[in-house]
C-alpha cells in the first residue's frame, strides 16, 4: 500500500499529481495519528509526508517520520520507500533527516 500524508491535497488530483509527485492510487491520511495506524498495520511500502497537517491536534509529518525511524531502529516495521512533499522547507529537512536515519537502520539490519 502507498501512503500519502497531507491534510489538504488530494493525491487523486491531477493537479496535485503533477505538482507534488502522487500517482492517484495512494491511500490518503489527514492526520499523523491515522498515518502510524495505516503504518502499524505493516503493509505501507512507500509513504509520502507533508510536515503542516493544520490543527496542532492533527500532529505534523515529522510526528510519523519519528515514528518510522523508531520502529525501523527496532526491527518492528517492515524497510519502505519514502518522499517528502512538504513546502515546510525547515520541516522537510528535518523528515528527511528522520527517514534517511531509518534507512541506515533497515540496512544495518540486512547487513546482519
Not at 509526508?49 to 526491527?75: C, F, K, R, S
Request: proline share 4%; net charge negative; charged share 25%.
Amino acid at each position: 500500500m502507498k501512503l500519502w500524508l497531507d491534510d489538504e491535497r488530494d493525491p487523486r488530483d491531477p493537479k496535485i499529481q503533477s505538482i507534488f509527485g502522487a500517482e492517484g492510487d495512494e491511500v490518503w491520511a489527514k492526520t499523523a495519528d491515522v498515518a502510524i495506524a495505516y503504518l502499524n498495520q505493516g503493509q505501507v511500502t512507500f509513504v509520502s509526508l507533508d510536515h503542516d497537517l493544520g490543527p496542532p491536534i492533527a500532529g505534523t509529518g515529522m510526528d510519523v517520520a519519528n515514528w518510522i525511524e523508531e520502529q525501523a531502529y527496532h526491527g518492528n516495521l517492515p524497510r519502505l520507500t519514502w518522499a517528502v512533499h512538504s513546502k515546510n522547507a525547515v520541516g522537510a529537512k528535518n523528515i528527511m533527516r528522520a527517514l534517511v536515519k531509518a534507512d541506515e537502520f533497515w540496512d544495518a539490519a540486512a547487513q546482519e
